[in-house]
């Protein structure tokens, strides 16, 4: 199953083919990829140069999170710098909210960075010189904004992060996984429509990084912010994103849901960065049901009115919960209809190739 298109008045960001070349000779290289068609490596080779980002194009809807993802090298960092032009692109093009980002001269630019857009970095980046309240209010500083006003919106956002005993404190008194919630705060401060978030997470403990992926999830469907989020962990990327986006060597491989990805990999490199992951809360009824029609002309066994029936989006793990119980095939229902069936032999071979590939 794939994620449905998106209309134009429900999309965030748009990015229409960009490309990212490093080097002196980078627009000699570009022209040379689009007429000979040149790999990677083959533009190394010859112009010394480096492709960062290779014809990237995708849309994000308002208010989702869509995770880029991929192993070190494959670009993904290189590509969220672009949407507010922290890096230049050799080509294509970025739409935010309605603005063309590339046509921004620099004054424009400041401000839309400034109004529009924030980032948080794997490495927090707060001031240690000002407090805790004082970094979160900084973006509101520079829009000149009036001391109190900046102070108490501040404020406001440190208790959305859990954090409001902590505000005349140092960014050395506080934990990381603390000072990665003032990092949040501070780029949440500014109210912007678009919130880049490149690895925030992933210098951190597993069991802190595990509560600030919760922190963050209960925070994303209160405020919904369009959020970018840059990791190369699957597991998190499976627990946060609406949709994921699979990068390699510069290149889109994949994108749409996790179990999109889970279930249909398209190519090796694909299969071998889910394999490992469990299919039993990815996985659901819709993915891996019969229809009813062509069950029953199939010559199924006869399901009786007191047949469990479950709602099309239950998990795998709910499917199998259902299972132990009843031998019965499972009824799967979207608002009281009925659409499809699944026998246990349906949950066992899903189980059974999960297994397989891990």
Known sequence: MQSPPINADEISLEVSNIWKIFGDRASEAFKAIAEKQLSKAEVLEQYQAVVGVADVSFSVRKGEIFCIMGLSGSGKSTLVRHFNRLLEPTAGKIIVNGTDVMSLRNEQLQQFRNQHISMVFQNFGLLPHRSVIDNVAMPLEIRKMNKNERLRRAAHMLKTVELEAWGNKFAHELSGGMQQRVGLARALAA?????????????????????LQDEFIKLAAKMKKTTIFITHDLDEAVRIGDRIAIMRDGRLVQLGTAEDIVMNPVDDYVADFVAGIS????????TI?????AYVHSGGATIGDNAPRIDKNASLKQLIELAIDSETPTIVEEEGQ???????ADILQTVIEGAETA
């Open 191 to 211: 109210n912007p429509e678009v919130l880049l978030m490149d690895e925030p997470f992933s210098a951190l403990d597993p069991l802190i990084r595990r509560q």
């Open 338 to 344: 009925q659409i499809g069936v699944i026998t246990r």
């Open 289 to 293: 049901m019969k229809d009813m029609d």
């Open 279 to 286: 299919r039993l809360k990815i996985v659901k009824a819709h």
